[in-house]
């Protein structure tokens, strides 16, 4: 027997970094969101410009974040940052929205999109019947959930053929765009600002959309304590990431309009498998195994990452403690990756999936901003802060404007979401008081017995605790 301290591993190098981002950026956005963008721009050359501002955007709040997390070099990713720089209710309320809106919302997207492109062969003439849909995709959710929680090497290997999987899979499409538009196929982008809409929200809502495909930039800061060097690895991480990103991604959309036209990508409801349909000839039949792949590789990394914020908050106190437990055997955060895969679960209910992305993307788009603008209140009120990295400040001071200028606009245009969103939050102040302030005896007495028979199933103990290991 041989005596084993409890704690996260550093074993995320530079690839693994990268793979990270780009496993949840390119995960189920670019195959659902080129719709909807180009509805509510209105017009082809709208669309592209929507889906470039928002990589440039999305960049910007990358590279402040390479400050925030060099800075406050520790796990939890905006919770952390929120924390540090405005108190612990507004870190709860992140943590109270994160764990049961967006997180969940975004795992159950993205395995409804996995689940909709395994189906579609087996429903060629007619549409795919909406209850097998959600149990793959809650099947999904529990086999990565059970992956992650496993073996953390494996899973960061696996994770690096998702991602070369992801860009061959965009690739192809690039180039078979390429291809159809060298024969001549142009003619959708002649009088390609013909039906853009003038409606400032309508605008606004297609860049939630765009943001919403490019969201997961900020997923690696949530593993600083995982990665090996991060004051070098984080920042080329995301120097690579982002430009890449934003390249392919007005590319494919370039390629869908082109092959599919304005008219059938509205309407599409698996838009790289109609493009290889139309473009690919023979190669049509890979392409639904390639998308699949793409969308399980994010979901995997979101569910990996997502976890750690959890792990982070139940540190602090803000959440159960027992999700601050590691499985002592397999060195990962199971209990908090078993509650996230529970509430993910539970988002598949509802059955409008556009409505769910905006409902999600509107609440984590206003804390990714106040993530964002703590490098300016930080910089004010800790100025004395050791920085790695310290960026130009009108970098997130564009960031943190257009975004609070984004959020305006769906009030108007999706005002439910916005209450929806905006009541999900405040529910938390009252829980906060309740049970994080006050610490009453007959919660804490529950919890203890209950952190108590988890401990035992999962086989978990707290951070840094001692436990013995077996040679055998």
Not at 18 to 41: C, R, Y
Not at 78 to 102: M, R, S
Not at 163 to 172: D, E, N, Q, S
Not at 224 to 235: A, G, Q
């Amino acid at each position: 027997m041989s005596q084993l301290t409890v704690r996260m591993r550093k074993q995320l190098g530079l690839l693994e970094g990268v793979a990270i981002i780009l496993g949840i950026i390119f995960g189920s956005g670019i195959f659902i969101s080129p719709k909807d963008v180009l509805e509510k721009t209105g017009s082809v050359w709208g669309s592209l410009c929507v889906w470039a501002a928002c990589g440039v955007l999305a960049t910007l709040g990358a590279l402040s974040y390479a400050e925030l997390g060099t800075t406050l070099a520790q796990s939890g990713g905006d919770y952390h940052y929120i924390n540090e720089a405005y108190g612990p209710l507004p870190a709860f309320l992140y943590l109270w929205d994160a764990n049961l809106v967006f997180v969940p919302s975004t795992n159950a997207i993205m395995a409804l999109t996995f689940a909709n492109n395994v189906l579609m062969p087996l429903y060629p003439d007619c549409p795919i019947d909406y209850t097998c849909k959600k149990l793959v995709a809650a099947a999904t959710i529990g086999l990565l959930t059970f992956i992650n929680a496993y073996d953390i090497k494996f899973t960061t290997r696996i994770q690096n053929v998702f991602m070369f999987t992801k860009i061959a899979a965009l690739v192809v499409i690039i180039f078979g765009g390429i291809l159809w538009m060298a024969k001549g196929g142009v003619e959708h982008f002649d009088n390609g600002w013909d039906g853009t809409v003038s409606s400032v929200s309508d605008w606004s809502v297609a860049f939630y959309f765009g943001i919403f495909s490019y969201s997961g930039w900020n997923y690696l800061n949530f593993m600083t304590e995982e990665l090996r060097n991060p004051f070098k690895n984080l920042p080329r991480a995301i120097y690579i990431s982002l430009p890449m990103v934003t390249a392919i991604y007005v590319l494919a959309n370039v390629s869908y309009l082109a092959v599919l036209g304005p008219a059938n990508v509205r309407t599409t409801e698996a838009i790289a498998v109609d493009f290889s349909v139309a473009a690919l000839s023979y190669f049509k039949y890979a392409m639904p195994p390639l998308v699949a792949i793409a969308i399980l590789g994010g979901l995997s990394v979101h569910i990996m990452a997502s976890s750690r914020m959890c792990f982070a908050g139940a540190r602090n106190g803000h959440m159960p403690k027992l999700l601050a437990h590691i499985n002592v055997k397999c060195m990962s955060p199971m209990p908090s990756l078993v509650f996230l895969m529970l509430i993910s679960m539970v988002m598949l209910i509802p059955n409008d999936l556009t409505m769910l992305i905006t409902y999600c993307t509107v609440v984590e788009s206003f804390f990714t901003t106040l993530s964002c603008s703590a490098v300016l209140w930080l910089r004010y009120k800790r100025p004395d802060l050791p920085r790695p990295i310290r960026v130009q400040l009108w970098m997130p001071v564009i960031f943190v404007v257009i975004s609070a200028v984004l959020m305006v606009a769906p009030v108007v245009s999706q005002p439910v979401a916005v209450l929806g969103g905006f009541l999900m939050t405040v529910s938390g102040i009252p829980v906060y008081y309740l049970l994080v302030k006050a610490q009453f005896k007959a919660v804490q007495n529950f919890s203890s017995k209950f952190e108590h028979l988890c401990q035992k199933l999962f086989m978990c103990a707290l951070e840094d605790a001692v436990v013995e290991e077996s040679k055998e």
